[in-house]
């Protein structure tokens, strides 16, 4: 096959009050061969809106204002919609924060397009700011455990992660995605709001026979937790239930039983204290909370 013309992928990039990251982002976007006319942004209810210092700076980029945030999963997933109804063949979901190197979208689309049973690829993350420490070379799940590890994190790159492999899921900071495995996987879970819904997504295509693969050739450097802070007790309450969304949503049998007791026991207000963290710090009482809204599947967004 023959790799698609980098002019013609459709990248998708979600914000939310990250301005400067994003402009930046562009930047490096269109070193890397990127049109803009093929970029859709979605503002997540930014304020102020992105909008005059968007067209300033990239006038013909397609810009989706949504009036809040509805998160990075129902983001992605509009701009997406709106890419593939321009008959998008090719989907690159790029977060703000991340910044591509110039060869990098070119070496993805060509791996991407050498083997038609990869749904997705996906580069080498660095950790921006840093000597070459990498952030991701794909993830490693362990479902019965609500285990997600990013391969390689914290690793000075020595060259010890140069083959391409193929991965249990990719790391969604920056991802190309076939749209026909798209279409058939379907859109991302939007009950996640953010985190972890990628490492879903990937195990669904998994399921139906599609392989995902880590592209060294290709790199990326990621602002870890611009939106959010990398310590939040937001962030800390949407992976604690998002971890458990992920093995509720694929894995059968005992586990499932034992959720249903557990459920039933905190129903009748029996153990349910230490899920409340009272007198805990924010960061423990938001991790009780997340573990009580994973178990009673409470997908409100948080506020």
Same mark, same amino acid.
């Given at each position: ?14 914000? *939310? ?37 968007? /067209? ?11 009036? /809040? ?8 997933? +509009? ?18 924060? +991340? ?9 993805? +689309? ?9 749904? +997705? ?67 991302? *879970? ?15 295509? /998994?399921?139906?026979? *599609? ?43 005992? *586990?499932?039983?034992?959720?249903? %007791? ?7 207000? /029996? ?6 963290? %009272? ?23 948080p506020r």
């Amino acid at each position: 096959m023959t790799a698609p013309d980098l002019a013609e992928i459709a990248t998708v990039i979600v914000t *939310w009050n990250q301005g400067d990251r994003l402009l930046a982002c562009l930047s490096a976007l269109e070193a890397a061969g990127a049109a803009q006319e093929r970029i859709w942004i979605v503002d997540n209810g930014s304020q102020p809106p992105i909008e005059a210092r968007l /067209r300033e700076r990239f006038p013909r980029v397609l810009l989706l204002r949504m009036e /809040r945030n509805l998160g990075f999963a129902a983001g992605h997933n +509009a701009g997406v919609k709106a890419a593939l109804e321009a008959g998008a063949r090719t989907l690159f979901l790029l977060n703000d924060d +991340a910044f591509v190197e110039a060869d990098a979208l070119a070496a993805l +689309a060509e791996a991407l397009a050498a083997d038609p049973t990869l749904a +997705a690829v996906s580069p080498k993350v660095y950790y921006d700011g840093s000597e070459r420490i990498i952030q991701s070379v794909g993830v490693r799940v362990d479902v019965e455990r609500a285990a997600v590890r990013m391969i390689g994190s914290g690793e000075v790159d020595r060259g010890q992660h140069d083959a391409p492999a193929d991965r249990d899921a990719l790391f969604g900071c920056a991802m190309l995605v076939r749209a026909a495995a798209w279409e058939q996987v379907g859109p991302l *879970w939007e009950p996640f709001f953010n985190y972890a819904e990628e490492i879903d997504w990937c195990l669904r295509a /998994r399921e139906l026979g *599609w392989r995902l693969r880590y592209i060294p050739q290709a790199a990326v450097w990621h602002h870890t937790s611009s939106s959010l802070g990398a310590h939040s007790p937001l962030r800390q309450y949407l992976i604690t239930r998002n971890m458990l969304y992920l093995r509720r949503r694929h894995t059968r049998g005992g *586990w499932r039983a034992r959720v249903g %007791l557990a459920r039933a026991r905190l129903s009748n207000g /029996r153990g349910i204290a230490p899920f409340l963290g %009272l007198g805990q710090p924010p960061l423990g009482r938001r991790t009780g909370r997340g573990r009580l809204a994973g178990l009673f599947n409470n997908s409100q967004p948080p506020r």
